[in-house]
């Protein structure tokens, strides 16, 4: 089945520093993916939608400058967390869309990655 | 706005069956999703199902869909300590640039 490779894995950075994570579809293209956070205990939220070429769109509550959305190929879709601060730190999970409109195909899936643990000092 | 609801916890003995249910308000939800989530982990799609479906099966797993009632379940057969995860029941849309809403999940804990 299709894949999506999440990296990376988790990430522990100082209070201040920015840190990107990277979201790859590797067997297909996405022109979609989406970016989820997770609190302990908690479903997923969603955080954007990611198209690529345009700019993301943001669900309510979730900071533009904060959370930057690069989805600048079809295979690759960037979450940036900048000024990281302990209060972000939680377990991130992008997933990208195989097939849908434009590509020809009519079953259409969501992948996920791995997930990122972030954890903020 | 839209809605997923699942029970929290579920616990079994192997080798039983296990059962979780999942509402959903959304009507116009077209597919409706099944994933797993093992401790520190990515989801995993389980299965999908179309609405204009009554049942799916997939070797040890069943779902089954009551479209009027917007209730959805997922049976896993023969259950097994591997089996022990985080369920989320998802819904969607198959056209549009919407992602999935998902339910809160439901921890299934298999005894030995």
């Known amino acids: 089945g299709a894949v999506v490779s999440q990296h990376p894995s988790w990430v522990i950075c100082k209070s201040g520093t920015s840190v990107k994570i990277e979201c790859r579809s590797l067997?297909?293209?996405?022109?979609?993916m989406f970016w989820y956070r997770q609190f302990p205990k908690q479903s997923l939220m969603l955080m954007a939608t990611?198209?690529?070429?345009?700019?993301?769109?943001?669900e309510q509550g979730v900071e533009k400058d904060k959370f930057l959305i690069n989805h600048a190929s079809l295979t690759l879709s960037t979450l940036t967390v900048t000024s990281a601060h302990p209060e972000d730190s939680s377990f991130y999970i992008c997933?990208?869309?195989?097939?849908?409109?434009?590509?020809?195909?009519?079953?259409?899936?969501?992948?996920f990655g791995s997930g990122t643990q972030l954890s903020v000092l | 706005g839209e809605d997923v609801e699942q029970s929290l916890f579920l616990s079994v003995r192997e080798g039983d069956s296990s059962v979780i249910n999942c509402t959903y308000t959304?009507?116009?939800?077209?597919?409706l999703y099944w994933y797993k989530q093992e401790p520190g982990a990515g989801l995993q799609l389980l299965t999908y199902?179309?609405?204009?479906?009554d049942m799916k099966q997939d070797q040890r797993l069943t779902v089954l869909l009551n479209k009027k009632d917007k209730h959805l379940s997922l049976r896993i057969a023969d259950t097994q300590t591997g089996d022990s995860a985080i369920y989320f029941c998802?819904?969607?849309?198959?056209?549009?640039?919407?992602?999935?809403?998902f339910g809160s999940g439901t921890r299934l804990q298999v005894q030995p």
């Open positions: 997933s990208a869309r195989d097939g849908g409109p434009g590509t020809g195909k009519t079953n259409e899936k969501l992948f």
């Open positions: 067997d297909f293209q996405a022109t979609t």
């Open positions: 990611s198209n690529e070429g345009s700019k993301a769109t943001y």
């Open positions: 959304d009507s116009s939800s077209t597919y």
């Open positions: 199902i179309f609405s204009n479906m």
């Open positions: 998802a819904e969607g849309w198959d056209t549009g640039r919407r992602a999935l809403t």
